[in-house]
């Protein structure tokens, strides 16, 4: 989802870590309320909304860490094809 704050990080990279932070937990809890709770007739969640919004959540956090996997793989070939373009071109960089 977002990086974890590290001591290196300005308090406004911080700030903004949280705030990225928030924007995907609130999408999520909004994007799982929507699909799971349809009875609002009891204040307690059911049973089957409760395992509903537990499998939302977990097959959201595998979703997003997949995609971020792929991205970083293609990063990584992006940057090798680079890497050799300069080298083939003999720019070095």
Do not use: W
């Not at 680079?82 to 720019?91: D, H, I, T, Y």
């Amino acid at each position: 989802m977002c990086a974890a704050p590290t001591p290196q990080m300005t308090e406004a990279d911080q700030i903004k870590t949280f705030k990225d932070f928030l924007v995907q937990y609130n999408k999520l809890s909004e994007l799982c309320f929507n699909d799971c709770i349809h009875d609002f007739t009891s204040r307690n969640l059911r049973p089957s909304e409760d395992k509903c919004t537990v499998n939302c959540m977990e097959k959201y956090l595998r979703t997003n860490q997949r995609v971020s996997q792929r991205f970083h793989e293609f990063q990584m070939v992006a940057n090798e094809n680079m890497l050799a373009l300069a080298q083939k071109s003999g720019n070095p960089s």
